[in-house]
C-alpha cells in the first residue's frame, strides 16, 4: 500500500521569503444530492509550524479531522468560510457555485486579515484547477490538499463545518441519512427520497433527484388525467 502523501509548508516558505502571506483555499461539497457545496479560506502566521497529522481531509478519520480543525483555528492567522446553498447550485451549476462559495471565504478571511495589523500582501492558492469564476487573482494546484499546508487546513475546515450542518439538517429533516451520509447520494439516501421526495435542501438538478421530480409530476399528470376520465365518464351516465 503507497504511503500518504504529508502536505508540505513549501509553498508557505517560498511566500514568506518574497513577503507575502499564502492563503490556501479549498472546497467539499461538490457531489452530495443535498446541502450547499462549502469552501474555507485559511493563512498561517509567518513561520508557524505545521500542524502535526495535517493532511488530505478525504484521508482522515471523522474524529481527527475535528480535533485537527480546533488545531487549525488555534494556529491560524485568519479563517473564512463561505458557502453556496443548493438553489444556488441549481441556478448556476457546481462549479460556479464552487467559485461563488470560495470567492466568499476569501471576502470574509481578507475581513479578518484586515482586522489586525497592516498585513503582507497575500498568494492564493486554490485546490484543483482555476476558476475564473471566483473574480479574484489565484493560482491553483492540483491534489492541493495533499500537497499543501494551508490548503490542506482549508479542506479539514471546510469538511468539519459542512459536515457538522447536515448532520443539523437530520434533525429537521429524518429519513434521509444526512447524519452519517451528509448528503451524499447513498443507498440509504435514495431510498429515502424514494419514499419522501426531494427536501428544499435538495439540488434539484442533480440525477437522481432530477428524476424523480419528472417521476412525480408524471405520477401527478396520470392521476389528473384519470380522474377527468372517472368525472367525464360519471357525466355521460348521469
Known sequence: MPALRMPTLVRERAAWREGRLLVGVDE????????PVVAAAVVFPEGCRKVQGLRDSKTLPERRRDQLAAVVRAKALAIGVGAASAREIDRFNIRVASAVAMRRALLRCNAALSQGQPRLGCWVLIDGLPLPEIGLVHDALIDGDALCHSVAAAAVVAKTI????MRRLAVRYPGYGWETNVGYGTESHQEGLRLLGPTRHHRQSFFPVAQLRFDFVSQELQTTELQLKTTEAQRHRE
Open 28 to 35: 467539499v461539497g461538490r457531489g452530495p444530492l443535498a446541502g
Open 162 to 165: 459542512r459536515d457538522g450542518l
